[in-house]
């Protein structure tokens, strides 16, 4: 399959900022899309999916946008905390292959 | 709530030797999957199971590796003869189906000596 990438390998944010994490996809047959926070030492964590018949879905401070036009995803955290710091990965599925994860962006969360 | 969950968290072993990993999915989550992944990148798909049969297996997944899920429930990841090159983080994950979000262990580490 087509693998999944990602603009900014690093981020860094203010306290209190919003983040907004981006990631480009290729497989213009991906229908369903997840964003994983890893902390260091742990492994991926769901943060929030959406699927391509949508183009937002919004948790608790998190959001999520998809724009299958350009076939681009973002990840908006609002209000950044230092616990939000860690690495960001979005991943895609496209019919029956196997979840597609992107190198991963970091992020970094300054007090 | 019980999550996925791996053992060994941590494995050095010298290079040659056998290694055995195991997962314990969450328990209602029909599908097993096996990662691994290196520093700095994302995780890469080495195979899943659908209950007790493994259905995909990656290139990745060489002759020396076998994963096995006998009863439909914990699933083993076996390396034989290992090599300096399978020094990773091998990760689990479970889902309730095709399609819906995979959750993951917090991996086994192997470093070889």
């Known amino acids: 399959g087509e693998s999944v990438g990602l603009h900014l390998p690093t981020l860094s944010v203010q306290e209190g900022d919003n983040s907004i994490i981006n990631c480009a996809y290729s497989n213009s047959a991906s229908d369903y899309f997840i964003w994983y926070k890893q902390e260091s030492g742990k492994g991926p964590q769901f943060i929030i999916d959406?699927?391509?018949?949508?183009d937002k879905r919004q948790g608790q401070r998190v959001t999520v946008l998809l724009n299958k036009t350009v076939k681009h995803l973002s990840l908006q955290i609002a209000a950044t905390q230092p616990g939000d710091s860690a690495v960001y990965f979005c991943a895609d599925y496209s019919g029956n292959t196997p979840l597609v994860f992107g190198k991963g962006t970091r992020l970094s969360v300054i007090a | 709530d019980t999550g996925v969950s791996q053992n060994p968290r941590h494995k050095i072993t010298k290079r040659g030797q056998n290694v055995t990993f195991r997962c314990d999915p969450i328990?209602?989550?029909?599908?097993l999957y096996w990662y691994r992944q290196t520093l700095g990148q994302g995780p890469e798909f080495l195979t899943y199971f659908q209950n007790e049969a493994q259905l995909e297996k990656s290139r990745l997944l060489s002759d020396r590796f076998s994963a096995e899920r006998p009863k439909g429930s914990f699933s083993t990841l076996e390396i034989q003869r290992t090599e300096q090159g399978d020094s990773a983080m091998y990760l689990c994950?479970?889902?309730?189906?095709?399609?819906?979000?995979?959750?993951f262990g917090d991996g086994t580490r192997l470093s070889i000596l």
């Open positions: 959406i699927r391509s018949n949508m």
């Open positions: 994950a479970s889902s309730f189906a095709f399609n819906q979000p995979q959750h």
């Open positions: 328990s209602e989550h029909n599908r």
